[in-house]
Structure formats: C-alpha cells, structure tokens
C-alpha cells in the first residue's frame, strides 16, 4: 500500500513566525501535492511538483514556498505565518501515468491540522 | 474552468439501505474521475478511478459511473453500514489541467443504526 507521512497531526504557531510542513512518500512517485481544506471552500490546491527539484503554482500559492530536493519529500513553507493561514493541510503523491493510460490515483496522508495564533 | 458539484450537501439514511452520492463536472474533456472517502479530522482515502474511457468501476459494495457526455457520475453503496459513514468527495482531472484535480464540495453521509 502506498504510505503518504505528514510529520505532524496537529501544529500550533505564532503569526509571524515561519513554519514548515513535511510529506514523505515511500512508492517513488514522482508527482506530490499540497492542499488546503476549509470548510465552504473544499480542497485547493498550493502547490505541486511534477518531480524532483520542480515545482508549480497552484490556486492560492500566495504566502507560501516549497522544497523538493528529493523525491520522497516535498516539503511547504509559510513563510511569514498569518492567521489566515489556520487550517487543515493535507498531502497528496501519485506515480507519472504510463503509457496509453491515465489511471493512476493520488493517494493522500492524514493531513496537518495547523492553528496560527 | 472546470466546476464539481456534488448533491446533496447531507444525507442520512438507515443502515442497510442502498444508496446513490451524485457527481456533476461542467467541462466534460476529463482524463478520470475519483471518489474519495474522508473521515473527520484525517486525510482522504481513494476508493474508486474511473478513466474516460470507462462506464463503470466496482470494489466491494461500491460502483461508480461515468458518464463523460453528460458530465455526471455516481457512486452507489450497497447495504449501507454505520461504518460507512463519512465524507465522500469527487474529483476529476480536466484534460487542460495535468496532473491538477478539481474537488467538489462533498457529500457527509451519516448510516443510522
């Protein structure tokens, strides 16, 4: 089975401060995912990564940064902590599509429940 | 852009009722199609893929359709179970956006006992 890790179940910060959120996967995938989810508003996506050291806006990549200098870690950077930045993040991998198909799933971790005060 | 909707927001049924969550995506050049199952507080578990090209997936009580033309898909739930219970989120992946998936909303399914 697939194993997508978020370091952490529940973080807790100051504004201001600069935070960092990790995701490992361990299937050697070579897309991975950032997501926000609020309730009204669904998922929306921050950022991804199509593989090593690539990286791509998404929806609402204001205020935010990403690392991914190896492939099973992708990491996501508040860079100046805001509390409109409180919510549950959540990361997601998926392998490349192989040929002639587009069947492959994003699988996601247990997501990141981050409160900024 | 792409737009998911899903309908209704809420449903409460008895256990052991079979079941229909409805999909609906406004642009119908997709890849595939997946449901997702969310429980409180935690991430989202994959339960079914559909590609483009197919009508139908099964595993276990649940099936899923497509039907690309019309922009809709459903998941349907066999003898429904209080375990059951939970968020169920569809996403598709637009043929103009890569890799990206569109969420809808969700459906928060609670099976009585």
């Known amino acids: 089975d697939v194993k997508v890790t978020q370091s952490s179940r529940y973080l807790v910060k100051r504004t201001g401060e600069k935070v960092f959120l990790e995701c490992v996967q361990d299937m050697d995938h070579e897309n991975m995912f950032w997501y926000r989810q609020d309730p009204g508003l669904g998922l929306r996506l921050i950022y991804f990564s199509y593989d090593v050291k690539m990286k791509e806006k998404g929806d609402i990549p204001e205020g935010y940064s990403v690392s991914r200098e190896k492939k099973e870690r992708f990491s996501l950077i508040l860079e100046s902590a805001s509390t409109n930045q409180t919510s549950m993040y959540l990361c997601?991998?998926?392998?490349?599509?192989?040929?002639?198909?587009?069947?492959?799933?994003?699988?996601f971790g247990d997501g990141t429940r981050l409160s900024i005060l | 852009k792409q737009e998911v909707t899903q309908i209704p927001a809420a449903l409460s049924v008895p256990e052991g009722e079979n079941l229909v969550l409805n999909c609906s995506f406004t642009d119908s050049a997709i890849y595939n199609l997946q449901w997702f199952r969310q429980d409180p507080g935690k991430g989202l578990t994959s339960l079914l893929l559909i590609q483009s090209s197919q009508r139908e997936q099964t595993s276990g009580r649940l099936n899923a359709s497509l039907d690309k033309s019309s922009g809709r898909s459903t998941l349907y739930i066999a003898a429904s179970q209080p375990g059951d219970s939970a968020t169920y989120l569809c996403?598709?992946?637009?043929?103009?956006?890569?890799?990206?998936?569109?969420f809808g909303e969700g459906t928060q399914l609670t099976v009585n006992p």
């Open positions: 997601a991998s998926r392998r490349l599509d192989r040929a002639g198909g587009s069947n492959q799933p994003q699988h």
């Open positions: 996403a598709v992946r637009a043929e103009t956006s890569g890799s990206r998936l569109t």
